[in-house]
């Protein structure tokens, strides 16, 4: 196994595996190392390499996604919103049965992640009714599975 010392200040533009004594997970462009922190090149198998490979990338499309989605809504006036939301909410609507099991999947994601915000303490005054709204959605239906049929 191949270690190396980031540097103690600034960006690593690399892809790398960071070993923790759990497990490993991948830290990808842009992140910053703290003062002496071991990283681990090749620690993991060819295979379980390109599953985290794989797994990035789909965490970077759903990252974009979101920025899509929240530029949009940022930059319009509230009449705009409306129509634009009304648009998102036909065009899932519509689409095929299991891509809509797939979109409830997501909006369930994030109405967890806003629970789980709101149980930290992780919000303030801008999103408290999301994350309280979400808290009782939560404790009301509890964990939900959706399977794609």
């Not at 996604?65 to 930059?75: D, E, H, R, Y």
């Not at 809509?100 to 408290?128: H, M, S, T």
Request: include cysteine; aromatic fraction near 8%; glycine fraction near 6%.
């Amino acid at each position: 196994m191949r270690f190396f010392s980031p540097p103690t200040r600034g960006i690593s533009e690399e892809r790398v595996v960071w070993e923790t004594t759990a497990a490993a997970r991948t830290l990808t462009s842009r992140s910053f190392f703290p003062e002496n922190e071991k990283v681990a090149l090749n620690s993991m198998s060819e295979t379980d390499q390109a599953k985290l490979e794989r797994e990035e990338k789909c965490k970077d499309k759903g990252i974009e996604a979101a920025k899509i989605l929240t530029k949009g809504l940022n930059t319009l006036s509230d009449s705009d919103r409306k129509a634009m939301i009304d648009g998102f909410v036909r065009g899932i609507t519509v689409e095929h049965r299991s891509l809509q099991q797939r979109g409830a999947e997501v909006i369930y994601a994030v109405i967890k992640q806003w629970a789980e915000d709101f149980k930290n303490g992780r919000f303030d005054g801008r999103n408290q009714c999301t994350v309280t709204w979400a808290s009782q959605c939560m404790e009301a239906t509890g964990e939900v599975q959706f399977p794609f049929i």
